[in-house]
């Protein structure tokens, strides 16, 4: 019998496979659309989880002249990136277990499509909040649930050789829980909505996301684990 692939089917070979594409992302567009706005004057930005570099790559040409950089606990992604983008700077480390590896001096940190694998907060954000510099911005781009509940999702496919259910990235914390606990680490918050603008197909595999139409005309991601789910960029400060 094989252990189930579920992490697999999630991590790596995903970002791997991917190809280079010509046009950024909309996440992308609006993630920097926002750090644009910000009342500061940004002059570096570290990506944690940058996986390949493509975030960074596309803020290359929308903050030129800003220090970027980016860290991956892959070692395969950061080789990649390293390649990729030899104009960057990676590393590799693990923020969650040896945040020390970072530098408190980033105008932004961004953690992005990363937080929705961890089941508790109390597992990273500390950490992640302990490199924000004063004045500085944490960036946090994922799945929340607008509603006062924390959801914590296994899940296994409907495959007899498929034994154990495992971890997800599909793990739903509240805007609600995230607030109250950035506010305990004596940072303030602010949430904003990311509203899909293009229909998302369903694939064959069931872990990954998919759009459905609403009758407001708007969108929500669904997923082979029965999930109604938003995307939200949350802005910390100090």
């Not at 995903?14 to 002059?43: C, G, H, V, W």
Request: charged residues 25%.
């Amino acid at each position: 019998m094989k252990k189930n692939n579920l992490r697999n089917n999630l991590d790596d070979k995903f970002y791997l496979d991917q190809k280079i594409s010509s046009e950024p992302k909309e996440t992308f567009k609006f993630i920097a659309d926002i750090a644009r706005n910000l009342d500061y004057d940004l002059k570096s930005w570290h990506d944690i989880g940058c996986g390949t570099g493509e975030l960074l790559n596309y803020l290359c040409n929308i903050f030129p002249g800003m220090q970027l950089s980016g860290s991956d606990v892959s070692s395969e992604l950061i080789e990649v990136a390293k390649k990729r983008y030899p104009q960057i700077l990676f590393s590799l480390g693990n923020f969650t277990d040896h945040p020390s590896f970072l530098r408190p001096d980033y105008d932004i940190v961004s953690l992005i499509g990363v937080h929705g694998r961890f089941k508790y907060l109390n597992s990273w954000l500390p950490q992640f909040t302990s490199v924000i510099k004063k004045n500085g911005y944490g960036l946090i781009f994922d799945l929340f649930n607008s509603e006062p509940v924390d959801v914590a999702v296994s899940a296994k496919k409907s495959d007899p050789q498929e034994l154990d259910y495992e971890n997800t990235y599909f793990n739903l914390i509240s805007i609600n829980s995230m607030k109250n606990e950035l506010a305990s680490l004596g940072f303030k918050s602010k949430f904003y909505r990311f509203k899909m603008p293009f229909v998302i197909e369903k694939k064959n595999d069931p872990f990954r996301s998919w759009t459905i139409d609403l009758s407001n005309g708007e969108r929500m991601l669904t997923n082979g684990l029965g999930q109604l789910f938003d995307f939200y960029l949350c802005v910390v400060k100090k």
